[in-house]
């Protein structure tokens, strides 16, 4: 991780659409994809890159959490949060990009049907992360 520091290069957008948690996600898997934050990579805590940020822990610790669900990261306790090696990850959307094309084959789809598919699939499962994102806020105004 020579000459990079995520704390210092990451900057959340409060004008961004995008809400905070999903652009600190993004950041960190890109980070990570590229080698700028090349496996084995200790990430801050939660509560400090919160802090650098001005963000709530909560919305630190879910773009953690979402990471670690892909396979880009993993949390060891005590021990930290570090950057998974990237292979892993790469393999498990590997398979379930062959599992697509298995199920779309054997459907009759064609390629350009396919990926018309998961095109949708993947603006819904970001639209759901910010509706996520939204109900949360909501909640958290409420009480």
């Known amino acids: 991780m020579t000459g990079f520091s995520l704390i210092d290069a990451l900057h959340i957008d409060p004008a961004s659409s995008t809400a905070p948690f999903e652009q600190v996600r993004r950041f960190i898997a890109a980070a990570a994809a590229t080698g700028q934050l090349p496996a084995g990579s200790r990430l801050p805590p939660v509560r400090t890159l919160a802090?650098?940020?001005?963000?709530?822990?909560?919305?630190?610790?879910?773009?953690?959490?979402?990471?670690?669900?892909?396979?880009?990261?993993v949390t060891a306790g005590r021990a930290g949060t570090t950057v998974a090696a990237t292979d892993a990850a790469r393999e498990r959307v590997a398979a379930?990009?062959?599992?697509?094309?298995?199920?779309?084959?054997?459907?009759?789809?064609?390629?350009?049907?396919?990926?018309?598919?998961l095109r949708a699939a993947w603006e819904a499962a970001a639209e759901a992360g910010g509706m996520r994102a939204a109900m949360a806020a909501a909640r958290s105004a409420d009480g």
């Open 96 to 117: 379930a990009a062959r599992d697509l094309a298995r199920a779309a084959r054997a459907a009759g789809l064609d390629q350009t049907e396919a990926g018309t598919m």
């Open 51 to 73: 802090q650098q940020l001005h963000l709530a822990a909560n919305t630190v610790a879910r773009a953690y959490r979402e990471l670690e669900e892909a396979g880009i990261v």
